[in-house]
Antibody, heavy 118, light 109 residues
């Protein structure tokens, strides 16, 4: 059974860098893309970006200038960095596996709550 | 920018009733690129339907998806207590690469 275990700092000050990591258990990074998605309080889902096992990335244009998603094949992990955070970045952040051919996200992490406050 | 619009925003129904949720895309797309999720409070979304009409493994047959072009529908034939939640449609392909609808909340009447 594939599981995604995510972790990272939950409280940040404005202008700091958000850093989250997702470890993949029960599957290899290859053959899939891996995404980060966030959900602001009381709001819907916003896709942040994705990475594959080779390190190729795609980002949401609305966040592209602040986001870096990377992969560590040796640890079967992928990570998110979001620079210069503001209160608007307060959200629950999820990692997920993307299935390609039919296009959907079939496995999700439990979510990490990140709060940006001075 | 590609958009998905779900309707209604809220659906008030009783257990055992039929729920029909709509998802309209701002442009036509392949049905392969449409999926539906259910999200319960405090949980991650769970995949229900992919490719517009294919149920995900372990999803009961009261859930069915249909549609083509720019209009897609998720139907729950008979609502169970665990089905009162928020439902999202999702598309792949147009910028941004992955887009979600704003969600439909199914609440107990």
């Amino acid at each position: 059974q594939v599981q995604l275990q995510q972790w990272g700092a939950g409280l940040l000050k404005p202008s700091e860098t958000l850093s989250l990591t997702c470890t993949v258990h029960g599957a290899a990074l290859s053959d899939y893309y891996w995404s980060w998605i966030r959900q602001s309080p009381g709001k819907g889902l916003e896709w942040i970006g994705e990475v594959n096992h080779g390190g190729s990335t795609n980002y949401n244009p609305s966040l592209e200038n602040r986001v870096t998603i990377s992969v560590d094949r040796s640890k079967n992990q992928f990570s998110l960095k979001l620079r210069s955070v503001t209160a608007a970045d307060t959200a629950v952040y999820f990692c997920a596996r993307n299935v390609i051919y039919y296009f959907y996200m079939d496995v999700w992490g439990k979510g990490t709550t990140v709060t940006v406050s001075s | 920018e590609f958009e998905l619009t779900q309707s209604p925003d809220t659906l008030s129904l009783s257990p055992g009733e039929r729920a029909t949720l709509s998802c309209r895309a701002s442009q036509s797309l392949s049905s392969s690129y449409i999926a539906w999720y259910r999200q319960k409070p405090g949980q991650a979304p769970r995949l229900l339907v992919y490719g517009a009409s294919h149920r995900a493994p372990g999803i009961p047959d009261r859930f069915s998806g249909s549609g083509s072009g720019a209009d897609f529908t998720l139907t729950i034939s008979s609502l169970e207590p665990e089905d009162f939640a928020v439902y999202y449609c999702q598309q792949y392909g147009s910028s941004p690469t992955w887009t979600f609808g704003q969600g439909t909340k199914v609440e107990i009447k």
